[in-house]
C-alpha cells in the first residue's frame, strides 16, 4: 500500500479515493473495524454516486428521445417520429426496471397523466 505522501505527489491518484483513504486511515493510525466501517460506507457513496450518474444518462436519453419525436413530428415525418418514441419507451421502460431491481423506485399508486399546454 502506498503512503498518503506518495498519493498526493502523483496527481494521477486523486481520483482513486479508495486508495486515498486507505492511505489516510493507515496514517491516522485507525483500528481495523473502523477501517472497514469507512472502506465500506466509501463503496456504498461511490455505487451511489454511479447509480446517480446511470440513471441521469438514462433521464437525459428519454428527454433526447422525446424532443427528436416531436421534431419529427413537427416535419410531418410519422414513422420517424414513431421509431424514436418506440426507442425511447424501451430506454424509459429499461429505467425503470433498474429501478426496481434493488425497489428503490415503487409506486404508492398509478401515473396519473394530465393535459396540459406545452410551454
Do not use: C, K
Request: aromatic share 4%.
Amino acid at each position: 500500500m502506498s503512503t498518503l505522501a506518495d498519493l498526493l505527489s502523483d496527481p494521477a491518484t486523486w481520483t482513486d479515493r479508495t486508495a486515498l483513504v486507505a492511505a489516510i486511515v493507515a496514517d491516522l493510525g485507525v483500528d481495523d473495524a473502523v477501517a472497514r466501517t469507512i472502506a465500506a460506507r466509501l463503496a456504498e457513496t461511490e455505487l451511489t454516486q454511479q447509480r446517480r450518474r446511470q440513471v441521469t444518462e438514462a433521464g437525459d436519453d428519454v428527454v433526447q428521445g422525446l424532443t427528436a419525436a416531436v421534431y419529427a413530428l413537427e416535419l410531418d415525418d410519422r414513422p420517424r417520429a414513431e421509431t424514436y418514441l418506440r426507442q425511447t419507451l424501451y430506454v424509459a421502460s429499461e429505467l425503470v426496471t433498474e429501478l426496481n431491481a434493488d425497489r428503490a423506485f415503487l409506486r404508492s399508486a398509478p401515473a396519473h397523466l394530465t393535459t396540459r399546454q406545452a410551454v
